[in-house]
C-alpha cells in the first residue's frame, strides 16, 4: 500500500506560546504532520528543549523568544517563518498567561498585561501575517493559482460564557473572536481561513485547579466527559483547521473542551 501523505506537507507555521502544554503539543503535532514549525516562546530553555525535541523526531523547528504583545514581536515572529523556510502557511495565535482576580480587587497592571498578550499580541500577529499575504494572494488570484492559508487564533470557554475572577481574561478571549470573524470577513476572497478553537486541557495554567480532588468536583462536573483534556487530544483539532481538509470553514469557534461548552 503506498504511504499516507502528510497533511501539511512542505507547510510553514508559526505557533506561539509553543514550549509547553498545548502549544507545545501543536507545534509537535504540526512537525509529525509535515510541517516545518516556528516556536516562539519567551522562555528560551524551553523553547529550545521543545525545538530538540521536534528534531529529535525527524522534524524541522526553529525558536523565536519574543514576548507576545506587541507589532515589533509579531513581526519578529513572521520573518522567523520567512528567514528559515522562506514562507509562511499557517499562523496559530496560542501565546499567553493569566492574572485572575476579582474585578473589585484587579489592578490596571493586571488587567493591561492580559490584554495585551492575549488581544493585542493575537491582532499584532495576525496584521504581521496578513501584510505579507495579501500580495501573495492577489498575484495569485492574478495567474490563478491561489492557495490556502490559516489562521488558528486560541479562545476559551471564558469567551464564550465568561468566568468568574476572569474579567480580563474573558475580555480578552471574547475579543479574539471578534478578531477571528472580522478577519474571515475581511480576507476570505484571499483564501485565508481564520478559524478559533476553545480548548480545555490540563497544563500548567489549570493544574492548581484539580490539585484538590474534593474541590475540583464541581469545576469537573461541568464537562460532560468529566475531566480537563490532555493537550495531545487538543492538538488534532489545530492539524485539521491547518490542513487543506478545513479550506470551506472559516469565521468559527470550535469548541474542544469536553463538553465544557454545551
Partial sequence: MPAMSKRLEGKACVVTGAARGIGLAIAKAFSAEGAQVVVNDMDQQAAESAVEAIQ???????????????VEAAESVV???????????????????????????????????????????????????????????????????????KIINVTSASGLMGAVGQSNYAAAKMGIIGLTKT?????GRLNINVNA????????????????????????ARFALGRYGDPEEIAPSFVFLAS????????????????LVI
Avoid at 523526531?57 to 525558536?63: F, K, Q, T
Avoid at 478577519?183 to 480576507?187: D, L, N, V
Avoid at 478553537?197 to 469537573?220: N, S
Wanted: aromatic residues 6%.
Fill in 183 to 187: 478577519w474571515a470577513k475581511e480576507t
Fill in 197 to 220: 478553537i476553545a480548548p480545555a486541557a490540563l497544563t500548567a495554567m489549570t493544574e492548581p485547579l484539580v490539585v484538590d480532588p474534593e474541590a475540583a468536583k464541581p469545576r469537573l
Fill in 56 to 70: 529529535a523526531s525527524g522534524g524541522r523547528a526553529v525558536a523565536n523568544y519574543e514576548p507576545i504583545g506587541t
Fill in 79 to 149: 520573518k522567523s517563518a520567512l528567514d528559515s523556510f522562506g514562507r509562511l502557511d499557517v499562523l496559530v495565535n496560542n501565546a499567553g498567561l493569566l492574572r485572575d482576580k476579582m474585578t473589585h480587587s484587579m489592578s490596571e497592571e493586571d488587567f493591561d498585561l492580559v490584554i495585551k498578550v492575549h488581544l493585542k499580541g493575537t491582532w499584532a500577529c495576525g496584521r504581521a501575517a496578513l501584510q505579507h499575504w495579501r500580495p501573495l494572494a492577489k498575484q495569485e488570484a492574478e495567474t490563478g493559482t491561489p492557495q490556502h492559508r
Fill in 244 to 259: 487543506e481538509d478545513s479550506d470551506y470553514i472559516t469565521g468559527q469557534v470550535l469548541c474542544v473542551d469536553g463538553g
